[in-house]
């Protein structure tokens, strides 16, 4: 489990990590999706961390980048309703450590005039990590810096629609031998106001998707069974977090990641932690680029636009296999041994013996 916790943080990481850099001396495909992501889309969010102990809470305070650490920061930590002050060291990081499973915890930081608050959080089997993210120097003051989940909102509700937005993601993993897939989806109302859909939103996952669970930061209106996402409405305005694992089951070298979205999806990106030959291949991929990022090779792409109900087809080749002959020999000679076991058993010899 933590080093599925730990490839996923990578992954992530690597995610946010083509929004921090410039385009200057990236490829077109760094460029359009660093064009896409914000790194103000991670300030606040939680992301499981592996290489920590359980019960363990880093927070990281940078201005504009992961380029500029923030030193002397006092982080607050309030877990159920108690602080504790830790600042910031050299690398901009303030940890805590040593939590019962359960707590609610919640880390702010103030910079000059601007508060920074992540998302509360509830401490379970593995460790988490944030950063936040100050704004440029002489920045106005903003009440918060998060993306946190959205809550069932108040107010006079309209009928409306959503949209999947651009800064969502979705991200392939093959490690023990099992294929899995991440759902980062941002449901989008434009509006102003809070909007009924005229129902919930459900969203089915690929017919073979298996194991599937809600992730940490995920919106508490939705909720998986099978092989379905229920996202309960109405949606507020902004963002809606619907984060989602699954495995994915296949046989020989090739994956079919095949999706329809229930309502119209903007192009974003999706990534595969690669291993071996791992690839991913479909025509509607606008661009797709090999890279590595904390050692870990990755490969982007970026999906389409589609309108609801229109397939998402995309093939992950590459992958590490059993051949299949042996299996089918050993099945077909037992099936051999059986038949001539019952012809010896029931047929015309044995009746003459019979006889």
Avoid: C
């Avoid at 918060?144 to 309209?158: F, K």
């Avoid at 051949?323 to 038949?339: K, Q």
């Amino acid at each position: 489990m933590k080093r599925e916790l730990r490839r996923w943080s990578i992954a992530f990481g690597a995610m946010l990590a083509l929004g921090f850099v410039g385009a200057r001396g990236l490829t077109p495909l760094v460029a359009t999706v660093a064009a896409q992501m914000d790194i103000k889309q991670a300030s606040g969010v939680p992301l499981p961390d592996g290489s920590l102990p359980a019960g363990t809470v880093s927070v990281r305070v940078v201005r504009e980048s992961f380029a500029n650490n923030l030193s002397g920061v006092d982080v607050v930590f309030t877990i159920d309703g108690t602080s504790k002050t830790v600042k910031t060291g050299d690398s901009g990081r303030a940890q805590i450590e040593g939590l019962k499973k359960g707590s609610r915890l919640r880390a702010s930081a103030v910079v000059g005039t601007e508060r920074l608050e992540s998302q509360e959080i509830t401490i379970g089997d593995s460790a988490v990590r944030f950063v936040l993210v100050a704004s440029g120097a002489g920045s106005p003051a903003t009440q918060s810096s998060t993306a946190a989940p959205v809550p069932p909102p108040a107010g006079p509700v309209a009928p409306g629609r959503v949209t999947i937005g651009p800064q969502s993601r979705i991200v392939v993993d093959y490690s023990d031998e099992r294929l899995n897939v991440y759902y980062a989806l941002q449901i989008v109302n434009a509006s102003p106001s809070p909007v009924d859909i005229g129902g919930p939103l459900l969203i089915s996952l690929p017919v073979e998707a298996r194991g599937a669970g809600m992730m940490e930061a995920s919106t508490p209106q939705a909720k998986v069974a099978g092989s379905r996402v229920t996202v309960l409405g109405p949606f507020a305005p902004g963002i809606t977090s619907v984060n989602v694992a699954f495995e994915l089951p296949y046989s020989g070298p090739t994956a079919h990641l095949r999706q329809r979205w229930p309502v119209e999806a903007a192009p974003f990106g999706i990534f595969a932690l690669k291993t071996g030959e791992l690839d991913l291949v479909s025509a509607q991929l606008s661009t797709k680029q090999s890279s590595v990022q904390q050692g870990q090779p990755l490969v982007m792409g970026l999906l389409p636009q589609l309108p609801e109900a229109r397939l998402l087809d995309i093939d992950i080749t590459g992958l590490p296999h059993h051949a299949l002959w042996p299996r089918n020999v050993a099945l077909g000679s037992a099936g051999v041994i059986a038949v001539m076991g019952l012809w010896a058993a029931f047929g015309p010899s044995s009746r003459r013996r019979r006889a």
